[in-house]
């Protein structure tokens, strides 16, 4: 039987939903952060100014349960609308206070404060946590200048950008006059706008349905995500007590933990599910959640175990690693895997972390060999990552199952055995020489962040496979990428900058070379250029001065195919084989 919701629903103007009464509205715990960017503020303010009819701006829900008792009315779904509102009367206000201070006063008073009958002023929008402090202190207080302000997170990002945008487009319009009330009789003209939208008011009244309104609800222009819904569905699960919110103080520790990877929140939900339970699409993750997990504490406190893998994974240090077994080597393939921005990996790591202690094994190997593979089918090949991220998922799953309950006296070589069948998949996956080659061919130098760090990765990959001991012994702050044959030759090459476009950026052309050496090698000739060469330590280089040597110091086009066809057959068959 369908679930029935009392609830009123009634076409109104904006200014008779948030201007008129003296009504707060409180963004609930289940809700999402502020999200919209100039994509949906541009759109808004495009809709508003080229309009001269009020529009209909969509419907607002809200549920009334607690008004009576706590003075505030639940925004279940209309939250974006109401802080960029919010966050336009407040630039109104601003532009406001160098033409009339008293009008500016006005717009506070009214579309941003309510005050009651013994003068205690309130904020009549009131964000999630996150943003409260944020939000109050640089737009809603009217004391401080936003310009100034130096955003935390992504949600305070995105209302100092908004506030921005709305500044200037105010600043188009009001300039357009000259004298100072007609500039005043514009920004009311402005508000009346934004007063005279249309939008369908629907009241409930009760915070239980509230939870199933949302997860059918969009807000205007943004989809809800699957992270969005399973906040909504925990809280749902997991009522906030008396004394302390459990799920809302753990779920503020997973998103702080997943904020510091740069990675977006439902990826990392579904890279913990697919690592645990099984595989599938972002598409039907949320509602695979909902009908499998029962014990949504135990649910919420894996997860943020797992959010704490993962900021390990994914940005921790070195010393984070020194409790697993040949832990330095661990860190050095995470750290070229994070080089090579490549995540699916992160699914099988997640289940090898959270097992650590039933493997009974040393996971080193198998993190090795999975940044080999990597580079290889990902980093050069460019292969198609689903199907490893199913192969990994996979494996994952496995391994957990293999760790469920109390260890037994075969539990290890089980283990083991997954590893090693998991080491033959990667080696049957290995792209062949003829795909690995044409692209390998194709390396090359380009002037962007990413793009150093990989040739950089690459090089000292050539250098550490000279080295007696294998550990990777070069420190990346401390080296430069050197171009043998400068990117802007002096005159002694006989070369210019245009001729020499096609191949100078190539790998077979670089090297690395001691920040010092590389400023006084510059772009001096070969011999000369040699001589700076040689004062190098690094084995990589010794080993290309002995090579140019051979070729009687000479350097050319030929010369550099010839080397970086050469580094393709090392790396293929030696460095990145598994």
Partial sequence: MAKEFSFEAND???????????????????????????????????DLITNNEPYFLGSFVFCTE??????????????QRLLTITILMAVLRDHAITLNPKQADLYQRHDIYIEDRYGKESFRVIPDDLLKDYFETYIQSGKNNISVSIPQLPEEMRVKQN????????KEEIDRFSSNDDKLKQLDAIRKKVSRLIVINVEIEREEDAYEIFETT????????????????????????????????????????????????????????????TSVTEKKLYRDIKNKITEWQTFLNNLKEASI????LLVGNENDFMQY???????????????????????????????????????????????????????????????????????????????????HRNQSAKIQNILSTLEGELKDNMPSYAIYSEPFMQLSYRNTE????????????????????????????????????????????????????KYVNKLGNLTLLDKKINSVAQNKSIKDKLHDLEKSTLPITIEFVKHLKTLNN?????????????LCEIGFNHIWRL
């Avoid at 893998?309 to 390990?312: G, S, T």
């Fill in 12 to 46: 109104k103007k904006i200014e008779d939903v948030l201007f008129s009464l003296k009504r707060r509205f409180i963004v609930p715990r289940y809700q999402r952060p502020y999200a919209w960017n100039l994509e949906q503020i541009t759109e808004f303010w495009n």
């Fill in 66 to 79: 607690n008004e009576e008792d706590e003075n505030y009315v639940q925004i279940i779904d209309g939250q």
């Fill in 163 to 170: 506030y921005e945008y709305f500044f200037e487009k105010v």
């Fill in 218 to 277: 969009n807000a205007r222009g943004l989809d809800l995500s699957v992270s969005d819904l399973l906040k909504n569905l925990v809280f749902k699960r997991i009522p906030a007590g008396k004394d302390r919110d459990v799920a809302k103080d753990i779920w503020q520790e997973i998103t702080n933990n997943i904020y510091d990877t740069e990675t977006e929140l439902r990826k990392f939900i579904r890279y913990y599910w697919l690592s645990k339970y």
């Fill in 309 to 312: 893998d993962f900021n390990k």
């Fill in 325 to 407: 077994k040949n832990g330095n080597r661990i860190f050095n393939s995470l750290i070229a895997l994070r080089i090579m921005n490549v995540t699916q990996c992160y699914v099988l790591f997640l289940s090898i972390l959270r097992n650590y202690d039933k493997l009974k094994t040393d996971p080193s190997r198998i993190v090795e060999q999975v940044e080999k593979f990597t580079f290889a089918y990902s980093t050069v090949c460019n292969l198609p990552g689903n199907k490893v991220e199913k192969m990994y998922s996979k494996y994952a799953i496995m391994i957990d199952k293999a760790c469920e309950g109390t260890l």
């Fill in 450 to 501: 990413y793009n150093r760090r990989m040739i950089k990765y690459v090089l000292s990959k050539y250098d550490t496979n000279l080295r007696t001991t294998k550990e990777n012994k070069i420190d990346f702050n401390n080296v430069n990428i050197e171009h043998i044959l400068p990117q802007k030759p002096d005159s002694s090459w006989g070369l210019k900058a245009k001729d020499i476009k």
């Fill in 554 to 566: 000479k350097w050319s086009e030929k010369h550099i195919n010839n080397r970086q066809k050469e």
